[in-house]
């Protein structure tokens, strides 16, 4: 699996960030090739993408989530990714937004793609579309303040979590 890491500073309170980050289905909205993300629940969503010029979907676990620090998830089949999305306050009106991203490129093109940067670049282009979002309106258009915790018990071997 591939790893990716990027971090962005975002002129906009911690709580304000965190809160957008949690309304999964404006990703498109800043997200390239992200059609489609619907909230199946508390702690599943389904994706839909074009991963290079192919249109895939898939399910994605909640993994962990707690308000005004992180969001962990996995894939559950189709598309293998996972990782975390960490908030750390810089000051009142300033966060640090770091991304983790884990994925298995799934044939030789997507492969070929990592190799020359392509994902990690798409990486870094989204934060930088979500900061413009979010700085723009200057408050986020809906919030989940849940806390969610995978036990041990429920954990499927999640390919892509990192920190396992």
Known sequence: MATI???????????TVYNQWTQFEEFPAFMEGVQEV???????????????GVEKGWYAKIAEQVPDQLVAWYSEGGAANGG????????????LVTLTLTYE?????????????FVSRRVEGDLNR????????????????????ESQRDRVVPRGRLGQ
């Open 5 to 15: 890491g990027k971090s962005i500073e975002v002129d906009v309170p911690l709580t």
């Open 38 to 52: 619907k909230q199946m629940g508390d702690e599943r969503l389904y994706w839909r993408a074009e991963i290079a």
């Open 84 to 95: 975390e999305v960490a908030f750390q306050a810089i000051d009142d009106s300033k966060t």
């Open 105 to 117: 490129p799934d044939d030789i093109v997507e492969a070929v793609g990592d190799k020359l940067g």
């Open 130 to 149: 979500f900061k413009e979002f979010i700085e723009l309106r200057g408050e986020e258009t809906g919030a989940w303040r849940g806390k969610i915790e």
